[in-house]
């Protein structure tokens, strides 16, 4: 508002100068002289509610606002996957998964599943000194449950119930990885997987020919 205000007093003073100019014929006498002073302290009125006005609109920039009355900047485009890792004891194994899909083992603590972390050296463990580990890319809308909040007081029965009701993805916070539960000894797939790549245990690139 008081910009608004700014901007017709400014205004005013410049036309107002102009007219009175005019009447003078552009002499250089004192009245002129004053009339142009005022017409250029107009201008200046004019020009500084002008930028005040475009800086109040303004965008947050790493979290600070700038002053005034600000719209959002548009949000960063959002990684459209979570990486993770599963680390095989060798070159087979993963030669049979890349064909015909993982094989669920034997229980783990949190129960029978394909496991798959955020963390690429506990992977690689799991690889042993023959094997590989897989990079996962799995599309974050993909649907998944906390584990603490899953009911049952085992991890079998936690299991059973993510079975029972088609959840297929299953988040251990405390742990920082996922589980897609399944039968020990069985075809399973992860859900939302939408690319897998095959790593040595150094994070190199490797093909299985």
């Known amino acids: 508002m008081m910009n608004f205000i700014v901007m017709v007093i400014g205004t005013g003073a410049i036309l107002g100068s102009v007219i009175m100019l005019a009447q003078t014929g552009g002499e250089s006498d004192p009245a002129a002289i004053f009339w142009f002073f005022v017409a250029a302290c107009g201008f200046g009125a004019v020009m500084l509610a002008i930028r005040s006005d475009n800086a109040q609109v303004g965008y947050v920039h790493q979290g600070q606002a700038s002053y005034g009355a600000v719209r959002p900047a548009p949000a ?10 599963h680390g095989t004891p060798s070159y087979s194994n993963a030669e049979s998964v890349l064909r015909e899909g993982f094989i669920v083992g034997l229980p783990g603590d949190f129960g029978a599943g394909i496991y798959t972390t955020f963390d690429f050296a506990l992977a690689s463990k799991y690889a042993r000194d023959q094997g590989c580990v897989f990079r996962l890319y799995i599309n974050r809308n993909t649907p998944f449950l906390d584990y603490d909040s899953i009911p049952g007081r085992s991890a079998e029965e936690k299991r059973l119930y993510c079975l029972n009701n088609n959840v297929g993805l299953v988040f251990v916070k405390k742990r920082q990885f996922f589980i897609s539960y399944g039968y ?8 939302g997987l939408e ?12 093909s299985i020919q």
């Not at 690319?195 to 490797?206: A, F, I, Y």
Request: proline share 10%; aromatic share 10%.
């Open 195 to 206: 690319r897998v790549e095959l790593l040595d245990k150094n994070g190199h690139p490797v």
């Open 184 to 191: 020990s000894g069985y075809r399973s797939s992860i859900p």
């Open 76 to 85: 960063p485009k959002k990684q459209r996957h979570w990486v993770v890792f």
